[in-house]
């Protein structure tokens, strides 16, 4: 079975290059580029994962986040947060608004992998 994967980045670029090395990995990819967009593909292509950067400008990561979470059809889709801050107290914040899983930039593409591959495992164990 070849896993669905909803990239969220703002930056164009970003996006291609997550896109290719998850590709060659064998992940379908869906690519957005704003946090609406992202909320919208969710819904209709139901990903196996998210991985969605916080830093966008026309709704933040957290937010779509929260509106995920908040619908029943994308409530039990798993989010990768990626962030550019990695001070422990936005780490915190994270993890206490419920974030399981997050990537601090720049990243390692191995990263990304062993990280949607373990909320992969993990959201087929709770079914």
């Known amino acids: 079975m070849k896993y669905k994967v909803l990239a969220v980045d ?4 970003v ?11 064998g992940y379908k990819v869906i690519r957005a ?4 967009e ?11 994962v998210i991985l969605l950067d916080i830093m966008m400008p026309d709704m933040d990561g957290m937010e779509v986040f929260k509106r995920l979470k908040e619908k029943d059809e994308t409530a039990q889709i798993p989010v990768i947060m ?5 001070e422990k107290e936005n780490i915190k914040q994270l993890l206490d ?9 720049p990243f390692d593409f191995t ?9 992969i495992k993990e959201s087929e164990e709770e079914i």
């Open 10 to 13: 703002d930056e164009a670029d």
């Open 38 to 48: 992202a909320l919208e593909l969710a819904e209709k292509e139901k990903p196996d």
């Open 15 to 25: 996006l291609k290059l997550v896109e290719m090395a998850l590709q060659v990995e």
């Open 33 to 36: 580029t704003c946090g609406k």
């Open 97 to 105: 608004e419920g974030v399981k899983y997050y990537i601090i930039k």
């Open 82 to 86: 990626v962030t550019g801050v990695s």
């Open 111 to 119: 990263d990304i992998s062993s990280k949607i591959g373990i909320a």
